[in-house]
């Protein structure tokens, strides 16, 4: 169950469009709408799983929230100040407070530095600490919490296991002691054993220090360990948002059972949802009229020529879509 705590971030009505621009003079002939209003709470040791296919715009949604790309409308607003309206340079100190972890430590790591620097880095620009032995030990304690070892410190990335090398992703954002991880397809490119170690890594971490998470996925059956909340995302809009137990229990919209079709069941007694999406993912430059997920619905009625609200099923349950009611 969510608990009923003040949000720590609170988003409302996102929207992040990017510009398609064709032509000399770069004349802009529309957009795509990655997020189209998106409204989510997050408080202090909850987890939010955002699940979508590739190209729903769940990635949009990580990076607008930090800003690395400016939401075009909405609110975001960060223990009540709202993060749209400050400058670059006031920005700076929020950004502290939200940190990513993202899906591909290789990359994300800076295979030049040895792992003393990448953990250094965040602690020196954000001017944390006041003296070398404190920047020492800030991060050696971030380096076992993720459960390596100090020794490791002076060792480049490439001497790591991706296991090892996404723990010291996690280390740096840890480092600065941030509020919220949002962690973007953090554990994907790992095997499922590692993927196990990651995710209880990440719940152990966030049972002790109270961190809120954004955890950005494609694959529902990695969010049933660590996720109080489930919101489902179709073309930069959310179709379901429910507690992940009852969204795993009951999924109400069509895409969400479709989507768990596709998730092999911990319970081999448990009847499987036999819904499967149809066809491929339709472009957010050009999301088709009426309920965006029509074309693949299996569901589809002539009422879905139109665009169905998000409806409030019950405190914490909602889904677009015009099969369900407040009934149900
Ligand atoms: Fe399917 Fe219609 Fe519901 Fe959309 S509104 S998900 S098309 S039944």
Not at 149 to 156: A, M, N, T, V, W
Not at 170 to 185: G, K, N, T, Y
Not at 293 to 308: M, V
Request: with cysteine.
């Amino acid at each position: 169950m969510s608990a009923p705590t003040t949000p720590l971030l609170r988003v409302r009505d996102l929207k992040t469009y990017f510009p398609i621009r064709r032509g000399l003079l770069r004349r802009q002939v529309g957009a795509v709408r990655a997020v189209d209003g998106l409204s989510f709470d997050l408080s202090a040791g909850q987890t939010l799983a955002l699940v979508g296919e590739s190209g729903c715009g769940k990635t949009t949604v990580g990076r607008s929230v930090l800003r690395l790309v400016e939401p075009t409308a909405g609110s975001i607003q960060l223990e009540g100040q709202e993060l749209l309206q400050l400058s670059e340079k006031e920005l700076q100190p929020l950004r502290q407070k939200v940190q990513m972890v993202f899906q591909d430590p290789m990359t994300s790591l800076n295979p030049r530095m040895r792992v003393r620097q990448i953990l250094s880095e965040g602690l020196k620009s954000f001017g944390i600490c006041k003296n070398p032995g404190e920047l020492e030990d800030r991060v050696a304690a971030a380096m076992s919490r993720v459960q390596l070892l100090p020794e490791q410190l002076d060792r480049f990335p490439h001497e790591f296991s991706g296991g090892q090398r996404q723990r010291i992703g996690i280390a740096r954002a840890l480092a600065v002691e941030p509020q919220v991880l949002i962690c973007d397809e953090a554990v994907s490119a790992l095997d499922v054993s590692i993927q196990a170690q990651i995710l209880n890594l990440l719940s152990e971490l966030q049972e002790e220090l109270s961190l809120a998470y954004l955890f950005i996925t494609h694959d529902l059956s990695v969010v049933r360990f660590l996720a109080h909340d489930v919101a489902v995302m179709y073309l930069g809009q959310i179709v379901e948002q429910a507690p992940s137990t009852e969204l795993f229990a009951k999924p109400e919209h069509p895409y969400t059972q479709g989507l768990l079709a596709a998730v092999p069941s911990p319970d081999p007694d448990q009847p499987r949802v036999q819904a499967r999406v149809l066809g491929d993912l339709p472009s957010p430059a050009s999301p088709p009229a009426g309920c965006r997920f029509h074309p693949r619905c299996g569901q589809a009625l002539a009422r879905c020529s139109t665009d169905p609200p998000l409806l409030e099923l019950k405190a914490g349950r909602e889904a677009r879509c015009w099969l369900v009611d407040a009934e149900s």
